[in-house]
Nanobody, 127 residues
Framework: QVQLVESGGGLVQAGGSLRLSCTAS????????MGWFRQAPGKAREFVAT????????RYADSVKGRFTISRDNAKNTVYLQMNSLKAEDTAVYFCAANRARYVTQTYSEEDNYDYWGQGTQVTVSS
């Protein structure tokens, strides 16, 4: 069973930056594609970004493209989400997720595509 633990959330002013981390244990991290999702108050959870097992392939939601960057360090069993130019609408609980498929599949933005989930970390952007 894979356990995922997110960290790095917090309060930041609009225009600022944060880097989220998600560290995995209990599985073979380097064999999983990884994703980030977020859930704002009163809204459904939505896809943010995904990365293949090697890091060669990434995909982003249109709302974060050009501002967020997903990356991974397989030696550290960690996936990152660098968030720049943050906006108030980025306020949400951010979750990382692992997909046992190594590659980014066509359904990468769907929650059902992922097998393991972390508990989430709160990101609050003040305007």
């Amino acid at each position: 069973q894979v356990q995922l633990v997110e960290s790095g959330g917090g309060l930041v002013q609009a225009g600022g930056s944060l880097r989220l981390s998600c560290t995995a244990s209990g599985g073979t991290f380097s064999s999983y594609a990884m994703g980030w999702f977020r859930q704002a108050p009163g809204k459904a959870r939505e896809f943010v970004a995904t990365i293949s097992w090697s890091g060669a392939t990434t995909r982003y939601a249109d709302s974060v493209k050009g501002r967020f960057t997903i990356s991974r360090d397989n030696a550290k069993n960690t996936v990152y989400l660098q968030m720049n130019s943050l906006k108030a609408e980025d306020t949400a609980v951010y979750f990382c997720a692992a997909n046992r498929a190594r590659y980014v599949t066509q359904t990468y933005s769907e929650e059902d595509n992922y097998d393991y989930w972390g508990q989430g970390t709160q990101v609050t952007v003040s305007s």
